[in-house]
């Protein structure tokens, strides 16, 4: 039976965007697990006087944080249609 753990050194963060929205940063970032399918990730981020910022669901977006965080979606979809794009050209041909 293979070990399905999560294994934070097979994560990567191959594109990573924030938008600032008052008292909240909207995080914007495609990951990539063990090499494979790009994915998109969208999170919310309060940031902390010390320390680590604390992370909280996203769940319902003002209009303004919207207009703030589109701009970062539509920049990380062609980061992914770049990604597959050169997955095709660095394949060989059948």
């Known amino acids: 039976v293979p070990n399905m753990a999560f294994d934070k050194s ?7 965007k924030t938008a600032s929205c008052g ?4 995080l914007v970032a495609v990951h990539s697990y ?3 399918e790009m994915k998109l990730q969208i999170s919310r981020q309060r940031p902390q006087e010390q320390g680590e910022p604390q992370f909280a669901k996203l769940g319902r977006m003002s209009l303004g944080e919207i ?8 920049e990380a979809i062609e980061f992914m249609k770049k990604g597959k794009k050169d ?4 394949s060989p041909a059948a």
């Open 34 to 36: 063990d090499g494979g």
């Open 67 to 74: 207009e703030e965080t589109l701009p970062l979606i539509n």
């Open 23 to 26: 008292m909240f940063n909207i």
């Open 87 to 90: 997955d095709k050209a660095s």
């Open 10 to 16: 097979k994560d990567k963060t191959l594109f990573e």
